[in-house]
């Protein structure tokens, strides 16, 4: 991929901290810690913390809460404790003071998992940290418990030689979208004020290509209900002129696809936005979203355009007769969980009334249709001009030997969007350990050991550069 530039010069070499140089044997120290990062890794692998209480016991995240609480501690902050939140999660919040006038960075990540979803698709044991074909194997490993890893890495690395006063939140309920943190944030404004905020959520474009991202899409989630019959009836004997639920569902479905391209059509929403960063390769895509031979994408237009800068809608589910054990009737009911993702431009409650009003219109048949909203997230773009991006661009050249790449990100992070409307003037960072390779929210799930490392490093000598730049 073809880097971009955020501004920055060449990086700096080794020397002693406040003075923007990475102290003596940065590289060296963080290559010492690896042992123990996979050694922290396992034990947080380990705990099955899925915050949904319908999966696993709530005692789960506790306990990752706490390993998080400890391990922190022992790496230096202060005052780090468990806050729990308006959903019910707990945070994990500390802090560390820097010298005197030192700007703030506050490090994010969250220790809460997606669930193994289907235990049996995974080649090793999910909430086992597994090493093969020199990957760690684990549902975390790299969403985003490497994030933590690496978040502690950096720090013990840095030692006493922290040139930044430095806040730390890890959030405990990311992956079900309940909005504990991003609650808990707008009514403690001033627990997180920090000139820089690291977004630890996200990850490079591939693996040794160090990378931001700058853009997020939204999301709009509904339900979509197709009602036709009182109850099911008998196929044989009403099949034709009873209407089929399940195959108007299907029908009205298939409106939000381009019958030619399958490209994203949602009546209001506009499907010609253009990227204007990083490009993605079709067939670099392909490899890591696993598209099947001969099987086209869908949509036109750039990998990037489609990713980052349209409309993309997704059916997560659908509720009908299972084939197996299905009889002989007319479906009189069935309903689907429809995806909605946005780009920065598009404002996600009018999206959210273009996607309903499209389904609404769309019904065939004259059947009865109820469309319920699940949730929605608006987009977000990081401004990339400031100091912020400036040092971690030439830390990015430095660790990785090439300009930092920007690029965008289909997944939302709401927080990004709190964190922006309540501080204005902070810059906002997001960047991780995670690459494509990584299968995050799959089965089979695995990170880097070497992206762990190389980001480690990175954030490293960021916190000293950003500490020694002018404001």
């Not at 909605?340 to 309903?356: W, Y």
């Amino acid at each position: 991929m073809n880097a971009q530039q955020p501004g920055a010069g060449a990086g700096g070499g080794e020397g002693a901290a406040g003075d923007g140089k990475a102290p003596e044997g940065l590289a060296a120290r963080i290559a010492a810690l690896m042992p123990r990062a996979k050694a922290d890794l396992a034990e947080l692998v380990a705990i099955p913390s899925v915050a949904d209480p319908r999966q696993y016991p709530p005692e789960e995240c506790r306990r990752a809460a706490q390993w998080v609480a400890d391990a922190l501690t022992e790496a230096g902050l202060h005052d780090v404790h468990l806050a729990e939140t308006p959903d019910g999660s707990a945070a994990v919040l500390g802090h560390r003071p820097g010298p005197p006038g030192a700007p703030t960075v506050l490090l994010y990540c969250h220790y809460d998992v997606q669930p193994p979803l289907d235990d049996k698709a995974w080649r090793t044991p999910p909430f086992e940290l597994t090493e093969r074909d020199g990957r760690w194997y684990g549902r975390g490993a790299a969403d985003c418990k490497g994030n933590v890893v690496m978040h502690l890495t950096a720090l013990r690395a840095l030692g006493d030689d922290l040139p930044v006063s430095v806040k730390f939140v890890a959030e405990g309920s990311e992956e079900q979208g309940t909005g504990g943190l991003e609650r808990y944030v707008a009514a403690n404004r001033e627990l997180f004020t920090a000139d820089a905020l690291l977004v630890c959520d996200t990850g490079n474009a591939e693996a040794g290509t160090g990378t931001a991202t700058v853009s997020l899409r939204g999301l709009v989630n509904v339900v979509v209900t197709v009602e036709t019959l009182g109850g099911e009836v008998h196929s044989g004997m009403f099949g034709g002129p009873a209407p089929d639920a399940l195959a108007a569902l299907i029908h009205l479905l298939a409106t939000l696809r381009d019958p030619e391209t399958g490209g994203t059509r949602v009546q209001g929403l506009p499907g010609d936005g253009r990227w204007k960063g990083e490009e993605y390769d079709a067939e670099q895509f392909r490899t890591d979203a696993g598209v099947l031979d001969g099987v086209p994408l869908t949509g036109t237009g750039s990998v990037a355009d489609r990713l980052w800068a349209r409309p993309a809608v997704t059916v997560l589910g659908i509720d009908c007769p299972p084939v197996v054990g299905s009889a002989a009737a007319v479906p009189a009911t069935a309903r689907a969980r429809v995806s909605l993702r946005i780009p920065p431009g598009l404002q996600a409650h009018m999206a959210e009334r273009s996607l309903t009003d499209h389904l609404a219109n769309a019904a065939p048949w004259g059947v009865r249709v109820t469309v319920e909203p699940e949730g929605v997230g608006e987009p977000f773009a990081a401004v990339t001009d400031g100091p912020a991006y400036r040092a971690l661009d030439e830390a990015m050249r430095k660790v990785y030997g090439k300009p930092m790449a920007l690029v965008g990100q289909g997944g939302s992070i709401p927080l990004c969007n709190v964190l922006s409307d309540s501080y204005p003037r902070s810059e906002i960072i997001l960047m991780g350990v995670e690459e494509p390779l990584c299968l995050i929210h799959a089965p089979n799930e695995s990170v880097d050991p070497a992206e762990i490392q190389l980001m480690a490093e990175v954030e490293a000598r960021f916190l000293t550069l950003f500490g020694a730049s002018p404001r």
